[in-house]
């Protein structure tokens, strides 16, 4: 994690939507928060987490929960959020490294998701950048001016 924010040169040269990088957000299965793994799609259509018991055992593997999926784009990261039932908030499931930040679309096809959201964080800043420009009138003015009409 640490690399990819000090060197995204270097990281994107490894970046791969179809298998990313990930860790789980929370405990799945049995499997403890911040495990280490990749995100792919099964040929049953299903998300499944492949990831090594101490990085070094045999490859294990774990169904996602099945429900809404969504992306959401982060400051840093993009995570992956999850509804299991309807009405109910969805909370954030699977979170890939910095390297796939702006590649939010690329994962969503990978993993067949139509719903990209924008980070709570990131709308109140684009909010409060949006404000100041119109405030402060650095934007394209929203009506168009016209020149003073001269009588003679």
């Known amino acids: 994690l640490a690399y990819d924010v000090l060197f995204p040169w ?11 990088q990930a860790f789980i957000a929370r405990r799945i299965q049995g499997l403890r928060p911040r495990t280490y793994g990749r ?6 259509g299903t998300l499944q987490f492949i990831y090594r018991p101490w990085l070094i055992l045999s490859t294990r593997t774990v169904a996602l929960p099945a429900g809404t999926l969504a992306l959401s784009k982060g ?6 959020l999850c509804c299991l039932q309807p009405g109910t908030e969805f909370r954030s499931v699977v979170i890939f490294l910095p390297r796939y930040h702006g590649y939010e679309c690329a994962i969503a096809d990978c993993c067949a998701i139509t719903d990209i959201r924008e980070n ?3 709308r109140g800043f684009n909010a409060v950048r949006a404000w100041l420009a119109e405030t402060l009138h650095l934007g394209k003015p929203s009506q ?3 020149a003073p009409v001269r009588r003679i």
């Open 10 to 20: 270097r990281a994107r040269r490894t970046l791969t939507p179809n298998n990313a």
């Open 75 to 80: 400051l840093l990261y993009p995570s992956l």
């Open 144 to 146: 168009p001016q016209f």
């Open 120 to 122: 709570v964080v990131a």
């Open 39 to 44: 995100l792919s799609r099964a040929a049953d």
